[in-house]
């Protein structure tokens, strides 16, 4: 999914006055659960936990959450390890 059509979505799951959101974590599974209702569950750190949950047969997409702590970064630091000698 592109970052348009995210935001695109987000936007108008949060202006859905059907919708509903649950867990404060950075990502959120966004399932349609009929009748134009939209939920939010939020309980995913990451989006390759998330992934899983919306095509397990829950017919949705994984969004950043709009209220939570947002997505980090994965840590960059590599730990350095002794330098053998020749």
């Given at each position: 999914m592109?970052?348009?059509?995210a935001?695109?979505?987000?936007a108008?799951?949060l202006h859905?006055?059907?919708a509903s959101a649950f867990g404060?974590?950075?990502w959120c599974?966004?399932?349609?659960?009929?009748?134009?209702?939209?939920?939010?569950?939020?309980?995913y750190r990451?989006?390759?936990?998330?992934?899983?949950?919306v095509?397990?047969g829950?017919?949705?997409?994984?969004?950043?959450?709009p209220?939570?702590?947002g997505?980090?970064?994965?840590s960059?630091?590599?730990?350095r390890g002794a330098?053998k000698?020749t």
């Open positions: 592109t970052t348009a059509g935001a695109l979505a987000a108008t799951g859905s006055p059907a404060d974590a950075p599974a966004v399932i349609e659960i009929g009748a134009g209702e939209i939920y939010w569950d939020c309980q990451t989006v390759e936990q998330c992934v899983p949950n095509i397990a829950n017919r949705g997409f994984c969004n950043v959450n209220y939570g702590p997505p980090t970064a994965p960059s630091r590599r730990s330098i000698g």
